[in-house]
C-alpha cells in the first residue's frame, strides 16, 4: 500500500492511499495528515498499512487519478506534496563500501573507512519538513558549494521505538566539496534547505519483499545527455534494524521520524549538480522520486 500527500488545485493538503491508478482522499478529523496515520499506527501498535485500510473503509473520499497528482503542485495545480511532513530527518553514511572509499584519494584509511568497519555507525542530523522537498520540486544547492553531489537512498519513516513503519526515495544532497574539506563542515554540507527530497509516498512492508532486496537506481539529466547509476539495498553493511536501534540509543525520537540508510551511488565530479539538471531515484517497488535542481 502506498499513502501520499498531495495538495489540491485550491492549495489544500490533503492525505490519499493509492489503489491502482486512483488515490482515494481519506483526509478527516481524525486523520488530517499521513504523520496521524503513522502515529495513530504506533498508539495501536498496528501496521500502518492496517490503519489506512481503515481509513479507507471509514470514509467515502474522493477518488482522484494518479497520473493527474504525478507533478508538483502548483497555484491552480493539483500535486502530489511532501509524503509526511517529518518532525526530524536523520542520515545514516557509510553504509556502503563504495562511499567508504571516495574519499580517500590514495590515502589509505581514512575516517572513512574506519567508520565503515567500526561497530558505531555514522548518524547525523539531516533535517526538518521546512528544510525538505516532495516530488516535483526543486532540490537545492548551496551558494557557497561548486561540487554539491546527488546522493539517492532508501529511507525509512520509524516509529517512536525505532520500528520500521514505511519506505520511500530520499535525495539527499550533500555539498561534497564542503565535507570533503573538513569532516566538521559536515553539517553544514547536509542541513539547508532543499537538501532532502523525499517520495513519492509511503510505501508500506507489504508491498516489498523487504528492505535489503531492492534495486536502487539513480539517473541525472543534463539537456540531452544522462547519467546513471545503480546499486541494491542488499550491499548495505549495516541493517536498517541495526541503524534504528543506534539512533534511538538516549536519543528519544518521535513516530514519524525519518532515517535515510546512505547512498552506494556515487556520481563522478563532472556530474556533480548544476542549475537545470533533473534527478531521478527509482526504488524497486518503492517508487520513483524526480526533482529538478536550482542554485539560490
Not at 67 to 73: F, I, T
Not at 138 to 146: E, N, Q, V, W
Not at 266 to 294: A, Q, T
Request: glycine fraction near 10%.
Amino acid at each position: 500500500m502506498r499513502i501520499v500527500s498531495f495538495r489540491t488545485a485550491t492549495g489544500e493538503l490533503r492525505v490519499g492511499v493509492v489503489e491502482g491508478g486512483d488515490v482515494v482522499d481519506v483526509t478527516s478529523d481524525a486523520f488530517p495528515s499521513a504523520l496521524r496515520l503513522v502515529e495513530r499506527a504506533c498508539e495501536l501498535n498496528l501496521p500502518l498499512a492496517e490503519v489506512a485500510r481503515g481509513a479507507v473503509a471509514q470514509g467515502e473520499g474522493a477518488r482522484h487519478a494518479l497520473s493527474d497528482l504525478e507533478r508538483a503542485p502548483a497555484p491552480g495545480q493539483a500535486g502530489l506534496a511532501l509524503p509526511v511532513q517529518p518532525p526530524e530527518v536523520w542520515g545514516a553514511g557509510i553504509t556502503y563500501q563504495r562511499t567508504a572509499t571516495r574519499y580517500d584519494k590514495g590515502a589509505g584509511e581514512t575516517v572513512y573507512t574506519r567508520v565503515y568497519e567500526a561497530e558505531r555507525p555514522e548518524l547525523f542530523f539531516k533535517a526538518t519538513a521546512a528544510r525538505c522537498v516532495g516530488p516535483g520540486e526543486p532540490i537545492a544547492i548551496r551558494h557557497d558549494s561548486r561540487q554539491t553531489s546527488t546522493e539517492p537512498e532508501m529511507a525509512v519513516v520509524l516509529g517512536a521505538r525505532g520500528e520500521v513503519m514505511a519506505l520511500l526515495c530520499c535525495n539527499d544532497v550533500t555539498a561534497r566539496d564542503i565535507e570533503y574539506e573538513n569532516p566538521l563542515y559536515l553539517p553544514q554540507a547536509k542541513i539547508y534547505r532543499g537538501s532532502c527530497a523525499l517520495g513519492p509516498g509511503l510505501t508500506t512492508l507489504d508491498e516489498v519483499p523487504g528492505p535489503h532486496e531492492l534495486m536502487v537506481t539513480c539517473t541525472i539529466e543534463r539537456g540531452g545527455e544522462r547519467w546513471e547509476g545503480r546499486t541494491n539495498t542488499a550491499l548495505m553493511r549495516r541493517r536498517v534494524d541495526e541503524l534504528a536501534a543506534w539512533l534511538t540509543r538516549d536519543n528519544p525520537i518521535p513516530p514519524g521520524t525519518v532515517l535515510t540508510t546512505g547512498t552506494g551511488i556515487v556520481p563522478p565530479v563532472e556530474w556533480c549538480l548544476e542549475e537545470g539538471d533533473v534527478v531521478h531515484v527509482e526504488i524497486e517497488g518503492v517508487g520513483r522520486l524526480s526533482n529538478p535542481v536550482r542554485r539560490p
